[in-house]
């Protein structure tokens, strides 16, 4: 078979598999129930929420104000801020707000699950709710969690997070990209074969933590308080896994303004690869990275085969986004589809080797691994 035969059947192969892939996604996510509290709902549960901040003093203030303006009892719960050893003035800016509710400590460890953990460990909720100082969380963001807790018994509860105030590009990208995430992660919950989830909206019973040990054994990897410790909760319960479905539980977060900073997040997302455990999530990370790295790698020897690929993703991701946008009420971000397209194929194929081989990088001022 001459070879730019060879490279338009294997693409077309490909292409199809990733479209599969996409609708399969697509299908669950339909499938997954919107949450809505049942009538007269009045959650009892006392929740503690814990912030870990590092080097977050330009955040903090707006995080805990939303938090602080929840539609759930004041009596029912707490807010513990863990400092993980800033380097600015965010245990200060935390420590001035004037209410009982929040409590400011410092984490005895240095890194992001050392301070959850300790913020667990202090916790006098029975439910645990976990978001990070750079977001800010809806109104009605306690009282979702509460009412899916108390009617449903989850063992692990994940919900959405998206991006705001986007003023370029680089923005926009990333808030599609997320939007995407979060079908994914909802879709894959309710499915059972993709378990992921996001460390800025997330709860779990204190009781489950404790019982699972906390971060004990995934502690290796500085990032994956989120995903890990929900492979952790499946393995000990996995018919109690619940994503909540409702535009009004997103937590908000700004997107990455530089080019650099997006590199260091991402960095550190695909640093955890390595350590996924559960072959359909291995096998989907894989097929994203070839149908990126086969479009730029096919553009100079087949670039027919690279255009078909690239047609594949287009009309698979569209319909996605598409569908994740209108959900989420985002249809301005659609106008920004095609050149994403081009930064996702890029980004996709650089970090995922660079999260392969790159075990050192840096954030928020700290060597990590």
């Given at each position: ?6 490279f338009?059947?294997?693409?077309i192969?490909?292409g ?6 996409i ?9 997954l129930p ?13 929740i503690?929420?814990i912030?870990?901040a590092?080097?977050e ?28 050893h800033s380097?600015?003035d965010t245990a ?6 004037p209410d ?17 953990a300790y913020?667990v ?13 750079d ?6 963001w306690?009282?979702?969690?509460a ?11 994940a919900?959405?997070v998206a991006?705001?105030?986007e ?5 926009y ?7 995407g995430?979060m ?7 309710y499915s059972?074969r993709l378990l992921?989830?996001?460390g ?10 404790e019982?699972v ?5 995934i ?22 896994l619940?994503?909540?479905?409702n535009?009004?539980?997103t ?6 303004p ?60 569209y ?13 301005d971000?659609?106008r920004?589809f ?7 194929i890029?980004?996709?194929a650089?970090i995922?080797?660079a999260?392969v ?5 840096r ?7």
């Amino acid at each position: 078979m001459p070879l730019p035969e060879t490279f338009l059947l294997t693409a077309i192969a490909i292409g199809i598999a990733y479209l599969v892939a996409i609708g399969y996604i697509r299908m669950w996510w339909r499938r997954l129930p919107e949450w809505r509290p049942p009538a007269n709902d009045n959650p009892t549960v006392f929740i503690s929420v814990i912030v870990p901040a590092r080097n977050e003093a330009a955040n903090i203030g707006a995080c805990l104000q939303s938090l602080l303006s929840q539609n759930y009892p004041a009596h029912l719960f707490e807010i513990i801020v863990v400092d993980d050893h800033s380097e600015d003035d965010t245990a200060r800016r935390a420590g001035s707000i004037p209410d009982e509710r929040v409590r400011v400590v410092v984490s005895p460890g240095a890194q992001k699950k050392q301070a959850l953990a300790y913020g667990v460990s202090l916790a006098r909720g029975e439910l645990i709710a976990a978001t990070d100082a750079d977001c800010q969380a809806p109104p009605q963001w306690l009282s979702l969690l509460a009412s899916a807790y108390e009617n449903r018994r989850p063992a692990f509860i994940a919900a959405p997070v998206a991006f705001h105030k986007e003023n370029n590009l680089l923005g926009y990208f990333q808030s599609l990209d997320y939007l995407g995430m979060m079908v994914l992660t909802g879709a894959g919950i309710y499915s059972g074969r993709l378990l992921l989830a996001n460390g800025a909206n997330l709860a779990y019973p204190k009781a489950v933590f404790e019982e699972v040990g906390g971060f004990a054994g995934i502690d290796h990897v500085a990032s994956g308080d989120d995903m890990f410790l929900l492979q952790k909760i499946a393995r000990r319960y996995p018919d109690r896994l619940f994503f909540i479905k409702n535009p009004e539980a997103t937590v908000l977060t700004s997107p990455q303004p530089s080019l650099a900073g997006l590199w260091a997040q991402r960095l550190r997302w695909a640093s955890k690869s390595s350590a996924f455990r559960g072959g359909v999530m291995l096998v989907y990370l894989a097929l994203v990275f070839v149908v990126c790295g086969g479009i730029l790698l096919g553009l100079a020897p087949a670039p027919f085969a690279a255009l078909i690929l690239l047609a594949f993703k287009l009309i698979a991701d569209y319909a996605l986004l598409s569908e994740a946008c209108r959900y989420f009420q985002r249809s301005d971000l659609l106008r920004y589809f095609l050149p994403a397209q081009l930064l996702h194929i890029a980004y996709i194929a650089l970090i995922g080797l660079a999260g392969v081989f790159v075990r050192r990088y840096r954030w928020k001022g700290r060597e990590v691994r």
